[in-house]
């Protein structure tokens, strides 16, 4: 099954309520001081990606939807940089698909790794789910399982 993009939308769009991976695409204008997993560790200005799955009640729909509300607690380290994109972030989503798969064809298009393990705590195979590529737009075929 192929990628299914999803605008910025507090709903989660079209997405359906099944299992599967999903990409954050998020912009940041100005640099990030992170409080966690590394306290201390600041992302530069550019284009972040966060691979993330979604295998719970409401699968894609629910947990992309979650990840684009401005009005959520901070859960995961991702809702640092989901956050400080605010509404600029986009969503692509993978039904049935594998996070560390799209992660590491993302990473093999030239995406940098820029906080080690980063959203991939519970992940023995990645070394982060979050990457850094510059040069991306949403719609960019790199970003495509």
């Not at 100005?30 to 972040?48: F, N, T």
């Amino acid at each position: 099954m192929t990628a299914v993009e999803v605008l910025a939308t507090a709903d989660g769009g079209d997405l359906p309520a099944v299992s599967g991976a999903y990409l954050l695409w998020l912009p940041l204008g100005r640099p990030l001081d992170l409080s966690a997993p590394k306290p201390g560790a600041r992302l530069a200005a550019g284009v972040y990606l966060y691979v993330g799955s979604a295998n719970g009640p409401g699968g894609l729909r629910a947990r992309v939807a979650r990840h684009l509300r401005a009005d959520k607690r901070p859960r995961w380290h991702v809702d640092q940089v989901t956050l400080a994109a605010g509404t600029t972030a986009r969503a692509l989503a993978w039904p049935g698909g594998s996070e560390c798969a799209w992660r590491e064809a993302v990473q093999g298009a030239g995406a940098s790794v820029p906080v080690p393990r980063f959203g991939a705590s519970d992940c023995r195979a990645c070394p982060a789910h979050l990457l850094r590529l510059d040069d991306a737009e949403p719609d960019d075929p790199r970003l495509r399982p």
